[in-house]
């Protein structure tokens, strides 16, 4: 009888191993690719004017093989907050990441820490840019900083030095590097785990440099131009502030025919606006601005191919979450504007495609409204892991499927705090017609934001009517209502996200005097 209850332990704790075991292998790797900048209107899958001149085929191989966001959203545009927003799920009043000075602490909460703990191989490989050591990776080699295009230093724990100091040249273009790096990584890595890896590309940050094999993309193509390239700004539009225009590029283009440092030189000067009217001018920066542009990514895009093919080559395809997204939106000459940071559709939205062939059908969009702090869920809930506390966002697993929980947002809350006179510091909401924002132009003692303020004010935009935003439709009495509701869901937001601007005194005395304005 004994023997028997032997026998019948054995055999559940073996059934038990075994299951175990299956539910192991059966958990996705990830591979997580992040670009800088690479926004929607230059991937070719979202449409767009510059659809036909865009160099991305790979970007549409995974949009055929996975599913398509049309509305993924960034927090707060700009290139550290958004990565520290990626990275723990959470608002920048939470992570402490507000502007491009500050650093990630390394006892925060992250995914990567999440992931590690619960058995996966965790790796981060290229663009970094959140100063202190990356914490929750058990391998990492990172660009200081910016790092460069060229023959990139990257650091890893055991030469990390200080500061810029320390690390190691690898020669070649920093995309090339990059993806080669993570592909060794994954070869090298344990093959009785799953893993996690992070391959985060420079491009396409400004300067746009790019190889020489893309060098004459498009020499001989002229440029589509967008409807709002020569718009004349607020007195037009309504617009209350006038924005990172394409004469500030211009002017770095010139600048940098005479006195170049060592990341922003920029390919193929010199740039020369000799006897060119204003119209003229702005017209060839565009043109530059885009093919430059359009070349980097063309060099992002091979090597997503190269990562795709090396997870076919070793069987790993069926099984690994493929994610491509960029950190946030660019202006590519609408508005007049290059950069980011604005609550404007084209700096707002992040482009993200996902495949996953054991559970995502090929070739769908969904048009839910997808924030960054809700990829942090996504990747717990693949890994098997209930959402982390810490984490604001919402897994979105089962919208990727076809099937919206009925309660998931119909809006999302916005809040750009590195405030310029140029760019100034503002908050608002989305909803799936209309966009309310309000500009508060205060620095509010960020790092890095400038002293001078700007005169607070509304902009309110109907994204059916005028989906390029071109007409500030604040005072349109048309609108009264609209505004008045969305003010309200503004507050129940901020409120929601423990962003009231308590401890800032001068912005409770904007918010009494202009709120109801």
Not at 153 to 169: A, R, V
Not at 367 to 384: K, R, S, V, W
């Amino acid at each position: 009888m004994k023997k028997l209850q032997y026998l019948i332990i054995l055999l559940v704790l073996f059934s038990a191993c075994k299951t175990e075991k299956a539910k192991e292998e059966q958990r996705p790797n990830i591979l997580f690719i992040l670009s800088d900048d690479h926004t929607s209107q230059a991937w070719g899958v979202y449409g767009g004017i510059l659809k036909d001149v865009v160099h991305t085929p790979n970007i549409s191989r995974l949009a055929d093989e996975g599913v398509v966001l049309d509305n993924c959203f960034c927090t707060n545009s700009i290139c550290t907050p958004s990565r520290a927003a990626i990275l723990t799920g959470r608002y920048s009043q939470h992570n402490g990441v507000y502007t491009l000075a500050d650093a990630l602490s390394p006892d925060s909460m992250n995914i990567a820490k999440v992931l590690q703990k619960n058995g996966y191989q965790t790796a981060i490989i290229g663009k970094w840019h959140l100063k202190t050591q990356p914490a929750g990776f058990d391998y990492f080699n990172v660009l200081p900083g910016q790092g460069r295009y060229w023959d990139p230093i990257l650091k890893t724990k055991e030469n990390w030095g200080d500061g810029y100091g320390g690390g190691k040249e690898y020669k070649g273009f920093s995309s090339d590097v990059i993806s080669q790096l993570g592909i060794d990584w994954m070869k090298n890595s344990d093959k009785t785990k799953p893993f996690m890896l992070m391959c985060n590309f420079k491009a396409t940050h400004e300067p746009f440099d790019f190889p020489d094999r893309f060098k004459h993309l498009l020499d001989s193509v002229e440029i589509p131009e967008p409807e709002s390239l020569y718009d004349a700004g607020p007195q037009t539009t309504g617009r209350t502030f006038s924005g990172q225009t394409l004469e500030s590029l211009r002017d770095r283009y010139l600048e940098n025919t005479r006195n170049a440092d060592y990341w922003a030189q920029y390919p193929e000067l010199p740039f020369s606006i000799d006897g060119l009217n204003e119209k003229e001018q702005r017209q060839k920066t565009y043109q530059k601005l885009v093919k430059d542009f359009i070349r980097s990514g063309a060099a992002l895009d091979d090597n997503i191919g190269k990562l795709l093919n090396y997870l076919d080559e070793s069987g790993l395809a069926e099984n690994t979450v493929v994610i491509y997204t960029a950190d946030q939106g660019y202006f590519l000459g609408e508005h007049g504007f290059f950069d980011k940071r604005l609550i404007y559709e084209e700096s707002l939205r992040m482009p993200f495609v996902i495949r996953y062939p054991k559970e995502l059908n090929g070739g769908n969009r969904i048009d839910d409204i997808i924030l960054n702090i809700d990829f942090a869920a996504l990747l717990a809930d693949y890994a098997g892991v209930e959402t982390p506390e810490f984490v604001e966002g919402e897994s979105f697993r089962e919208n990727l499927k076809g099937n919206t929980p009925e309660n998931w947002r119909t809006s999302m809350y916005y809040r750009y705090w590195l405030h310029l006179v140029k760019r100034p510091g503002h908050f608002g909401i989305r909803n799936e017609r209309y966009k309310l924002a309000f500009f508060y132009g205060q620095g509010l003692g960020m790092k890095g934001a400038e002293e001078q303020t700007t005169e607070p004010a509304w902009e309110f935009y109907d994204l059916q009517k005028d989906p390029k935003e071109l007409h500030n439709a604040y005072a349109d009495p048309e609108y009264a209502s609209i505004i008045s509701q969305m003010k309200e869901d503004l507050l129940r937001l901020r409120d929601q996200y423990d962003d009231t601007d308590e401890k800032y005194p001068v912005m409770q005395n904007i918010l009494a005097n202009y709120w109801l304005e």
